[in-house]
């Protein structure tokens, strides 16, 4: 009975010594991570204070004077601004209505191929841009492109036709960036539809074909309504990038003969904040950029989540 | 089984528009290594197409035998293998103690690492810390610590950490491991798929890094890998920059044309020849990123 007793009692302090010395390394384990995300987060995030400031280098961020939003009137006011808005919003537009149905329409016909060895081959190429660099993807680009030496304009040449400078040319531009972007993207982004694809039941194309149904009919009732939801979710959370769009494709290709169709808002305040060290305007850019995009962010996250719940997964 | 005419037209449409796919893909590249590999002459006044004319491995071996090159290659292994090494421990570290069911301020730590993913204070506040507060200008701490710690990561870590069955963790403290060995026995062995495909990820990150060195350096020795291809082909400073110019590029024995896709093709072949047998941990890891995102 006492020994019962005393072994319980054991177990009783054991368990509470545990709790204890269970609490520390776990802050052992979060110290670095913590320290990291203190420095290189949260204090920029006290540095968008320079916004409301006008920012000089030799005050620093504390000492600097507060100006309101003197740099917020200023930006709204800036025609350069609204241009660089428009084009990143209509370029994003354009870049969601072709670069959606893209990976969908391979992920299909990718699925209807017989030879599960062309399958293979199709999709590991179709990768391949996505791990190579933008740097290189835009070299390959300038390079195809080329006004001299060019394989496009090579080719053109032949017919006698005078060579086209694609590149610096405003009605070329904005095409360039959409699709090499799909280009860029479209294997990856085929992924999660081959999921959705190889997910559905296999009897319900068993049971269309004994209905007579033909290809065409089987992929428009059994694989799309297959990966609707799918569909639904990504594009609405692509809808949430509305006002970011990737700097470095841009940045690599586009020149001042295209600025007024191709400069975006991560480029325009890029040259601002970095080429002409304007800290205070080019933060008060940044600012207004990720309450946008943290509203457009969260609120097709929760959409995109609800459609998620609504179908069976 | 037979299939129907209508079927066998289909498959072969279908084969027919995997194909312009695939060309899509390949062609370019074809004519960027054609043009690396042609007669000089040839590309300014010819012009080349999709086949090399004649051939001139020369561009491949004096760039190869260039200094900054050579600089600029074993920075990136440098940068991508301790940063590579870095965020792993600090993902698994962070991702592990914030699977513990109970422990003082668990909610606290769990928002304050979430925010990041939603708030951040843009590009001049981070520039304006590393460069001017920290200093870390011209050094590789510019590059690495600042992408150490990713949110995303340590979610998708957590949750599979989460997914362990707790008997298990519980029966090796009653056998009286700590946390670390905890760690490295039970929990590592389990997430180790997921690891590596965010291994892979970070790899691929630090392989195609440039913008940080944009921002945070002047000197050459600096470099990365892709920062010098930019130099080559967007700045043109083979051309235009007599001075730095590299000692083989005599004008006339190796064309700018030549030189530029020859290091395109440098730059981006250890990629694109390991991708193809590492591919499905990147098809994972975006799904598993969907499954939790």
């Known amino acids: 009975m006492s020994n019962i007793k005393e072994h319980s009692t054991v177990i009783k302090h054991r368990s509470h010594l545990l709790k204890k010395s269970r609490d520390l390394p776990i802050y052992g384990l979060l110290l670095p991570g913590v320290l990291l995300v203190i420095i290189f987060h949260y204090i920029p995030l006290f540095g968008i204070i320079i916004a409301f400031k006008d920012y000089n280098p030799f005050a620093g961020i504390i000492r600097s004077e507060w100006v309101g939003l003197k740099n917020f009137e200023f930006f709204l006011m800036d025609e350069n601004f609204w241009r660089v808005m428009r084009n990143t919003i209509e370029i994003n537009i354009m870049q969601i209505v072709m670069g959606f149905p893209i990976p969908i329409i391979f992920a299909i016909l990718l699925n209807e191929l017989w030879s599960a060895r062309l399958k293979k081959i199709t999709q590991t190429i179709s990768y391949l841009p996505y791990f190579i660099s933008w740097v290189v993807a835009a070299g390959i680009i300038t390079s195809v492109l080329s006004p001299s030496t060019g394989a496009i304009n090579v080719f053109i040449k032949r017919f006698g036709i005078a060579p086209i400078h694609f590149l610096a040319k405003e009605n070329y531009f904005r095409p360039i960036i959409i699709v090499t972007g799909i280009w860029k993207s479209f294997g990856m982004n085929a992924v999660y539809y081959i999921a959705a694809i190889a997910a559905i039941d296999t009897q319900l194309y068993e049971a269309a074909k004994i209905d007579g149904a033909s290809k065409i009919r089987q992929i428009w009732h059994v694989t799309l309504p297959g990966i609707k939801t799918m569909a639904i979710v990504l594009l609405v959370l692509q809808v949430g990038t509305l006002v970011s769009i990737g700097f470095e494709q841009i940045f690599l290709l586009y020149n001042p003969l295209v600025y007024e169709v191709g400069d975006v808002i991560s480029t325009y305040t890029y040259r601002l904040g970095i080429e002409q060290a304007r800290y205070s305007l080019t933060t008060a850019i940044g600012f207004t950029q990720s309450i946008v995009n943290f509203i457009l962010v969260y609120t097709t996250n929760r959409i995109a989540k609800s459609f998620a719940k609504w179908s069976l997964w | ?293």
């Open chain 2, 1 to 293: 089984m037979k299939r129907a005419t209508g079927e066998k037209l289909f498959q072969v449409f279908n084969i027919f528009l995997m194909i312009i796919i695939m060309a899509s893909v390949l062609l370019p590249i074809m004519h960027i290594i054609s043009v690396s590999v042609s007669d000089s002459r040839a590309i300014t006044t010819l012009g080349v197409g999709l086949l090399p004319v004649g051939f001139k491995p020369d561009a491949y071996i004096s760039i190869i035998g260039e200094t900054i090159f050579m600089r600029s290659f074993i920075n990136t292994i440098i940068i991508t293998v301790i940063s590579t090494i870095l965020s792993l421990a600090i993902i698994i570290m962070v991702a592990y103690a914030l699977s513990k069911k109970y422990f003082l301020g668990k909610s606290f730590f769990v928002y304050f690492f979430v925010i990041t993913m939603y708030f951040s204070g843009g590009l001049i506040p981070s520039y304006l810390l590393v460069s001017k507060y920290l200093k870390l200008n011209n050094t590789y701490l510019a590059y690495i610590l600042p992408i150490l710690v990713n949110v995303f990561y340590i979610i998708v870590v957590k949750s599979q950490v989460e997914a362990i069955p707790t008997d298990l963790i519980e029966a090796a403290y009653i056998d009286g491991a700590g946390e670390y060995k905890i760690l490295f026995r039970i929990v590592i062995p389990v997430i180790k798929p997921t690891a590596a495909a965010i291994g892979m990820f970070t790899i691929l990150n630090c392989w195609n890094m440039w913008f940080p060195v944009l921002l945070y350096t002047d000197r050459r020795e600096m470099w990365t890998m892709q920062y010098y291809l930019r130099a080559v082909v967007f700045e043109k400073f083979l051309a235009n920059n007599a001075e730095n110019a590299p000692a083989v590029v005599g004008a006339d024995v190796i064309p700018p044309q030549n030189y530029q896709m020859a290091c395109i093709i440098l730059v981006s072949l250890p990629v694109v020849s390991i991708y193809p047998f590492v591919q499905k941990y990147f098809v994972k890891g975006i799904l598993a990123g969907s499954v939790k995102g």
